[in-house]
């Protein structure tokens, strides 16, 4: 297993360039399940999320031909509409083609994503935005399976808590329902946004993709298209928080601020000075001290939970006391045990994290437990005296690109141990 060993102190100058969003990567080539006709997506980041679910759309049946960041799919016939426990257990996010194969074949077999490192995270609210639409839906053997012989129609769905994955899952499915389907309390995120224009492009018909209540008219058939994916917002967030935390002097680019607005409002309160000098390109300074600032995650545009952790690392430098409350997982502060273990001061209070700084923090061996923790602890190191190794890296090559070749790029004293 893949470990980093990163030297800490060195102020990271210099440029990064950001890539496709993985969250919208991942239900765009979900989508390319609704036509027989070739789609061809620019921007897909190669992470290792995005090869298990093209593996999955092989297994369907597509036919799926990667050329670096451009990846197109052709899914003429569905032999398989299953997304089988090998592939679902390595990544939860196989559940976006439960709703596309239901709409395409009028049958999908799922199997049941068990738990998850940050919280329970359950696909209920998918599960009866389907049935909504017309399925009829049970679970046996580990498996959900959806039937639709007739095709799926058209309904209200009102999400009883706002959910992603859950509002991409049902919009692809609609677009194929018969008749009209209104999505209620839908999420907001710019992932959604950008897979409601891909469906458009293939020849969908929806309207409010980025509000809550998104309308959506069934057609019989969609078509082939290209589309480029948004740039990766938490990535973005994640290698400004590395700058700020090294005091360096960080350019990013290809990404959309506009994606990230709370975000950067609390960098600001922090003390970050934060510049948008060309359309597309963030640079951040840390001109004096790092204060303190409490953080509550909320859905888009609130602050993500995506980059709670990283902004934790970074809170752990700054004068005085943070607060920051977890709301959408239950269990998404694993990294707090281990920013502790190299010297941070952080109290865990159920879903609320207090963190005292600026505690000085020295190298460790730690732990990464999920994605974004394992980008926290990066961040700590970074900031850290001496060196800190990072054990079970796999987590971070799950969503972002050779992250340690793109901090090295900026001056970072990072390798990875294989
Ligand atoms: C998406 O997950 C993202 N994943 C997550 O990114 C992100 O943390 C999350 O949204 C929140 O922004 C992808 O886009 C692939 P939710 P998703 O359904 O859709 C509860 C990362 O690090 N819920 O919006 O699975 C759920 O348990 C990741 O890149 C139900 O109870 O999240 C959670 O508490 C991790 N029943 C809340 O809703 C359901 O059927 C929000 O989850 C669905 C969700």
Known sequence: MDKFS?????????????????????????????????????????????????????????????EGERVTVQAETIERPEAPYDLVKTMRASSLVLGPLAARCGRARVSVPGGCA????????????????????HQEHGYIEAQAPGGLKGGEVHFDRITVTGTEDVLMAAVLARGETTIHNAAREPEVVDLAELLIKMGARIEGAGTSVIRVTGVDRLHGAEHRIIGDRIETGTFLAAGAITRGDLTVKGC???????????????????????????????????????????????FATDLQAQFMALMTQAEGISIFTETIFENRFMHALELARMGANIRLEGRRAL?????????????????????SLVIAGLAAQGETIIDRVYHIDRGYEKIEAKLAGVGARIRRIS
Do not use: W, Y
């Open 256 to 302: 959309e601020p506009e994606h990230l607005r709370a975000f950067l409002a609390k960098l600001r309160e922090a003390g970050v000075e934060v510049t948008e000098p060309a359309p597309g390109v963030l640079r951040a300074r840390v001109p004096g001290k790092l204060r303190s600032c409490d953080v509550t995650t909320e859905e888009h545009p609130g």
């Open 6 to 66: 990163i030297h800490g102190g060195v102020p990271l100058q210099g440029e990064i360039t950001i890539g496709g969003a993985k969250n919208s990567a991942l239900p765009a080539l979900a989508a390319c399940l609704l036509t027989a006709e070739a789609v061809t997506l620019e921007r897909i980041p190669p992470v290792r999320d995005i090869a298990t679910m093209e593996r999955l759309l092989e297994h369907t049946g597509a036919r799926v031909t990667v």
């Open 355 to 375: 963190v005292a700084g600026a505690t000085m923090l020295s190298g460790a061996e730690v732990i990464a437990s999920d994605l974004r923790a394992s980008a």
């Open 118 to 137: 940050i919280g329970a995270r359950p696909i209920n609210l998918h599960i009866a935005a389907l049935e909504h639409l017309g399925a009829t839906i």
